[in-house]
């Protein structure tokens, strides 16, 4: 059932897992692996993160599945920087949602190695229909002589932290609430795709035009971001929405101008940290008055992420 990824060279006779969708490994996440890692001293087994791929609303369909904070592969090695040893994928299918409570716990107990302790949040729901709550996992680990703990939500100010509460927050344009519940500034996930070159050809500043995979999109405006392109980081600064000097009435576009980057990014894989709005997004009369505005932008903004990226 589970698909374990543990550290080669290190035997593990036992794991203990950490159970959960982990959307962003936010704090609240943190704190349940934080967890495990205890439980797994204790029981001297290896601390194991477990998550489900794809993100169980995707296969259920209703209510509509959420906008990935990140891709799957992102999430894994933020489960392992967090502290957990190893990592597990539970493949989530119409069957898997058809298992009742007490046939998915006879399922984790089937694991190998076998598992000692199984931690979740206190909300996790599991089985068919989410029939299955913490009281009833207790109860059945409890005989099995299996550690459990459930922890609690973690709170900032009268918010519970979740990854639902952080989509909100970046699409409401709260990105201080978002970073602060995720641990880091949020970040759009994709592809560089063709533009139209005007940026580059008529304001002389080339941008990257994103097709976001994952992440959400904040409110439109011009902002402070650092891009991710081949492991390197570059202060950047993107603008979101409809372009409307030069829009073409096909909808937001996610365009990131690197100041003196110099290569190809066309068709590669592009991370933007959202850090900071800089202004609403606006139409100039003309192209000069943009070009203008696009060099203030391009200052204000390396005033603000240059001591951090170089830092």
Known sequence: MIK??????IPAEAVVLGIGVF??????????????????RRTRALPVA??????PREVLGCPPPPRLLMPPEERLRRLREAGAAGVGIIDFSQSIAQTSPAEFVEA??????????????AHWRFGRGGAGDTAFLAGELKRRG?????????????????SSMIRDAIAAGDLRLASSML???PKLYGTVECGHRLAGRVLHAPTAN?????????????YAVRAVAGGKVFPAVANIGLSPTFGDGNGRRVETHIPDFSGDLYRQKLEVE???KLRDEKRFTAPAELEAQIRADIVNAMRLLKPEVNG
């Open 23 to 40: 959307d962003g490994v936010h704090l609240g996440h943190r704190r349940i692996i934080s967890e495990v890692v205890e439980m797994g």
């Open 108 to 121: 984790l107990m089937a694991t190998h190695p076998p598992v000692r302790g199984i931690c979740v949040g």
């Open 4 to 9: 374990l990824d543990l550290p080669s060279g």
């Open 274 to 276: 959202i850090v900071a």
């Open 146 to 162: 299996v550690a459990f703990k459930a922890i609690p939500e973690l709170r900032i100010g009268n918010e519970i932290v979740s």
């Open 50 to 55: 477990v998550t489900f791929v794809p993100h």
């Open 183 to 185: 641990g880091s500034s």
């Open 210 to 222: 994103l097709h976001v995979e994952f992440g959400v999109l904040p409110p439109d405006g011009v």
